[in-house]
């Protein structure tokens, strides 16, 4: 079946844009993470979701990155006035449920998002 | 949050057998040790996980020793398409039951022909 998909793969920006990065997770899978990736670094956790409820936002930087997840599917990483630090790989991962840590997690490729 | 170290790189050379050994000293008592894969320009991929003991699967096998305060993965026979990062990580079950990834740096595998 089909993956975890992200649009766009690459986004460059001006420095005070908004820009919206969409996940489409696997079919049926409860949770949904998004995750930013700086180069050469392992990626770092920003937000949770477990179907349409946001329970986790403890990693997003600031308050101009902003999450939702409307339907409990697609989800939509939104960050406004960007900045240059910004820039990086925003992964998004699905799994199917809820609970231990032995849900592994599938992700996308990720969105590249360049900041000028 | 529970964390891991594990070696920043490691060379190896086609049709030898990698052992990459991560150490997560505070892992908790529900906690599961997973190993993902991500090659440039892609995504993490989930390659193993385990609890105790020894798990394997068609692309690798994880040992885990009875303490569980380490890991090692094991590669048979790696080939050049093994060359990517790999990310040794303990599972943290958050309050609200729901589980979130903490990732190291990661251990860069290059294979050499």
């Known amino acids: 079946g089909a993956g975890v998909s992200q649009s766009p793969r690459y986004k460059v920006a001006k420095r005070g844009q908004d820009v919206a990065l969409r996940c489409d997770p696997i079919?049926?899978?409860?949770?949904l993470f998004w995750y930013q990736q700086a180069l050469g670094q392992g990626p770092e956790f920003l937000t949770y979701?477990?179907?349409?409820?946001?329970?986790?936002k403890s990693g997003l930087p600031s308050d101009r990155f902003f999450a939702e997840r409307p339907e409990g599917s697609v989800s939509t990483l939104k960050i406004q006035r960007t900045q240059q630090e910004d820039s990086a790989v925003y992964l998004c991962a699905s799994s199917l449920e809820t609970g231990p840590s032995n849900q592994p997690q599938h992700f996308g490729d990720g969105t590249r998002l360049s900041i000028l | 949050l529970a964390k891991t170290t594990q070696p920043i790189s490691m060379d190896s050379y086609e049709g030898q057998e990698v052992n990459i050994t991560c150490s997560h000293n505070n892992i908790a008592t529900n906690d599961y040790i997973t190993w993902y894969q991500q090659f440039p320009s892609q995504g993490p991929r989930f390659i193993i996980q385990?609890?105790?003991t020894k798990v394997t699967n068609e692309v690798a096998s994880l040992f885990i020793p009875a303490d569980r305060k380490s890991s090692t993965l094991s590669l048979p026979r790696v080939s050049l398409s093994d060359t990517a990062v790999y990310y040794c990580l303990v599972g943290d079950i958050m309050n609200s039951g729901y589980s979130t990834l903490t990732f190291g740096k990661g251990t860069m595998l290059l294979v050499s022909p």
């Open positions: 079919s049926g899978h409860v949770s």
């Open positions: 385990g609890y105790k």
């Open positions: 979701f477990q179907n349409e409820a946001q329970l986790d």
